[in-house]
């Protein structure tokens, strides 16, 4: 039985020129893929503008779904090209594949939805990899070990921050609930905790009593402290993360689990351990 996926044939070269920017054809695609993403993404934004709306409304809803037909087929043909169609699509580009059409047809059924399509710009991201910035991916991968290595240390950070924003709220809410409406009930005062901890300071909400205006100046000093924490943490991950970072990353996309970020001269894929390049 032949091999749909073997070098030749239709789903290989498709995968070639779609996950790939080492030919020309594939850079080329990308680039095109880029432009009309940059100029849907222009669309959504000029639309919002109610003068441009009402002048040219029609003609942008019909540019959308222009683009959307297009990336609608460019994400078929993505899954067609893959060895494991669902690795793809449930993969971070996969998702935001997704999304990035999602929108449209969901304007047909839920007003104002098409702005969402903002999510598209996400795809720009793919211009690290056409124009060879392999530096970008790998600085980006550090950046993404470092969070996974510190999310329980992070997860224990903010539960404590969480019980101390419930504390803080609810002891506001005995100080001057009885005398400031702004402090009705725990939620609200909750609610001012946070904005308080995070020294946002909307100032939609201030207390009036001095014990009140006391504990609020204590939890913003205790705010500056929260911000550095979780900074301090995801920064020692990344200083101790031992990576190559010299090393050079090809465009390469595996075609059985569509990860990339290989090396150049990698023969194998460094996450499924399957061959680049099927030759067979």
């Not at 300071?201 to 205790?222: E, N, R, V, W």
């Not at 190559?244 to 460094?270: I, N, P, V, W």
Request: aromatic share 12%; hydrophobic share 50%.
């Amino acid at each position: 039985m032949p091999d749909n996926h073997s070098k030749g044939s239709l789903r290989h070269r498709l995968h070639e020129i779609i996950f790939e920017a080492d030919t020309p054809a594939g850079r080329l695609f990308d680039l095109i893929l880029l432009v009309l993403i940059a100029l849907s993404v222009l669309v959504v934004i000029l639309e919002s503008i109610e003068w441009v709306h009402l002048a040219y409304g029609r003609f942008f809803i019909a540019l959308e779904w222009v683009f959307t037909i297009i990336f609608t087929i460019e994400y078929i043909l993505r899954l067609y090209s893959v060895k494991k169609p669902l690795k793809y699509a449930t993969s971070f580009f996969g998702v935001v594949d997704v999304l990035a059409i999602l929108p449209t047809y969901l304007s047909l059924f839920m007003i104002g939805s098409q702005h969402l399509i903002i999510i598209r710009a996400l795809r720009l991201i793919r211009i690290f990899r056409i124009f060879k910035m392999g530096h970008f991916l790998q600085e980006g991968t550090i950046i993404l070990v470092a969070l996974r290595r510190s999310r329980a240390k992070i997860t224990v950070f903010m539960t404590f921050v969480l019980l101390m924003i419930l504390i803080f709220g609810s002891l506001m809410y005995v100080i001057e609930g009885g005398s400031n409406p702004d402090f009705a009930n725990i939620p609200r005062s909750v609610y001012w905790a946070i904005v308080t901890l995070t020294t946002v300071g909307y100032g939609d909400i201030t207390p009036i009593t001095p014990l009140g205006q006391f504990f609020s100046a204590a939890l913003m000093i205790t705010g500056y402290a929260v911000i550095a924490v979780p900074t301090g943490i995801v920064s020692a991950e990344m200083v101790s993360y031992n990576k190559k970072t010299k090393e050079e990353l090809s465009t390469q996309a595996c075609e059985h689990c569509s990860r990339e970020g290989h090396d150049a001269d990698a023969k194998y894929c460094k996450y499924c351990g399957e061959l680049l390049n099927d030759e067979t």
